[in-house]
């Protein structure tokens, strides 16, 4: 379970404060697929930041009870000056996992032929998601947090994330933020809004898409 | 006030991940920093190594005669190498945050880990070099150090009071880049009083007193003593500089702490 009391995020700009998340209250249980949808700007990788705890909130809090992966996008997670493979060997020895298996694991999903053992600042942006989602699927998380970068990689790679997505079985939980409401629907089956600095909570897909494509 | 909970880790376990993470940070910063090219992780103490060695080779062909009689290439070198090491973790300090924000995505991975795995690398780095010049020194002039322990101790504490210090910018630079721009400045100054290169001894006493409050002058001393004995006067104070050791690592933590929660990833 991961539950969010009262979180409040702003960050400090020229023009004074810009407060992106103004209060969230949200509980996600175990196994729940959520899409959260908001449009651009929204604070929808600031919100998957603080869950994962990459940052921190200005005031509330935020209670994890299962391993929450990273947030699987574009940026972070690994260091750029050296190879996937030695990104891989490191991460395993982080998460305490066998590193030679891991190795493998992550040559076999993210398919990078040569790259797998050159500086990741040589990729292309869908070789560093592809990597990246390929590190947190060896290293077995409780939750993932998607950011729709995961839609892009090339198509038999994005094939292969959303059968992996869908695999996750009813254990793991997904948290998915996409401004577009197809994504949400491929991999979700419930969804949240996140407008004006807060998430409202929907039960029904149908109605959340069909509220935020009114809004 | 925000908190983050997590699933309830016994002391023990938190330990044996933080000892995991820092051994893991210690693997991939030589292997950012040296690499696998040429020489590699030799270059970690062979640094050192090449510094100290000429700056102790100048002084030694320039032929100036130190009081006691030491001789000019030992007493420059086993100055300047643990220079080396306050100097090296202060000036990389202000980009320790900055060059590896891209693993605090992992939340096991603390600024903490980062900064100690480094300098504890700095450390053995430098450590490595220093025993290389003894060695050279015992095997080529026959002078062995008096009490080993206390070059050890010197250098442990040289390393406690530059990561202290370290921790402390690199939570400034947090906040400003201040830091990133007086950093080198400020350690290029501080070589005439850290008391790299003069012993204490040799000044007035009035001036004695006064270096004697510098923390890093009593490192320098130790190491002397450790190596030269009775040879010639030594002053330090241990208890003097672990006090300092540890007010500077607490406020360091402390200040590290609080920049975190700021910190823009």
């Known amino acids: 379970m991961i539950r969010l009391h009262d979180v409040h995020k702003s960050y400090p700009t020229h023009f004074g404060a810009k407060e992106v998340l103004r209060g969230v209250d949200i509980t996600f249980e175990p196994g729940e697929k959520v899409g959260i949808l908001g449009r651009n700007g929204a604070g929808k990788s600031t919100l998957l930041r603080l869950i994962a705890g990459v940052e921190h909130p200005n005031s509330g809090w935020i209670e994890r009870r299962m391993s929450v992966s990273w947030p699987l996008g574009f940026a972070g997670a690994m260091h750029y000056s050296i190879s996937g493979a030695d990104n891989a060997r490191f991460l395993a020895r982080i998460y ?104 409202i909570r929907y039960d029904d897909l149908d109605q959340a898409i069909a509220a935020y494509q009114a809004a | 006030m925000s908190e983050a909970i997590g699933p309830q880790a016994s002391l023990w376990s938190c330990f044996r991940i933080q000892t995991r993470v820092i051994g893991a940070l210690m693997l991939r910063e030589m292997g950012t920093r040296f690499g696998r090219d040429n020489l590699g992780y030799v270059w970690l103490f062979l640094e050192p190594m090449m510094l100290g060695g000429a700056i102790g080779a100048i ?172 040879l010639v006067p030594t002053s330090f104070d241990i208890p003097y500089v672990t006090g300092w050791v540890a007010a500077l690592n607490m406020l360091g933590m402390a200040a590290l702490r609080k920049a975190r929660r700021h910190l823009i990833v």
């Open chain 2, 59 to 230: 002084h030694h062909v320039t032929g100036h005669s130190l009081p006691g009689g030491l001789e000019p290439f030992t007493f420059w070198v086993i100055g300047y190498i643990p220079y080396y090491l306050f100097r090296g973790i202060v000036n990389r300090a202000p980009a320790g945050i900055v060059g590896n924000q891209s693993l605090l995505y992992h939340r096991r991975i603390t600024v903490f880990d980062i900064m100690l795995s480094r300098h504890l690398l700095e450390g053995a780095a430098v450590g490595t070099a220093l025993a290389g010049y003894i060695l050279l020194f015992g095997a080529t002039a026959n002078i062995w150090p008096a009490e080993p322990g206390k070059m050890v101790l010197g250098m442990a504490l040289m390393l406690g009071l530059s990561h202290g210090i370290a921790l402390l910018i690199a939570a400034g630079s947090v906040y400003t880049e201040l830091f990133d721009r007086i950093t080198h400045l400020a350690t290029y100054l501080s070589i005439s009083f850290t008391g790299a290169f003069f012993m204490v001894f040799w000044l007035p006493t009035e001036m004695q007193k006064a270096v004697l409050t510098i923390p890093t002058v009593h490192c320098f001393e130790l190491v002397r003593n450790g190596l030269y004995g009775t």
């Open chain 1, 96 to 199: 305490d996992k066998p590193i030679r298996e891991t190795v493998e694991f992550v040559e076999n999903f993210a398919d990078l032929g040569h790259y797998f053992r050159m500086p990741v600042r040589t990729y292309s942006s869908g070789m560093i998601v592809r990597l990246g989602f390929s590190l947190s699927l060896a290293v077995q998380f409780d939750c993932y947090l998607v950011d729709e970068a995961i839609a892009v990689g090339d198509s038999r790679f994005a094939e292969r994330a959303r059968a992996a997505l869908a695999d996750l079985n009813a254990r793991a939980s997904l948290l998915l933020v996409s401004h577009q409401a197809e994504t949400v629907r491929a991999f979700c089956k419930t969804a949240a809004i996140l407008q004006d600095g807060r998430l």
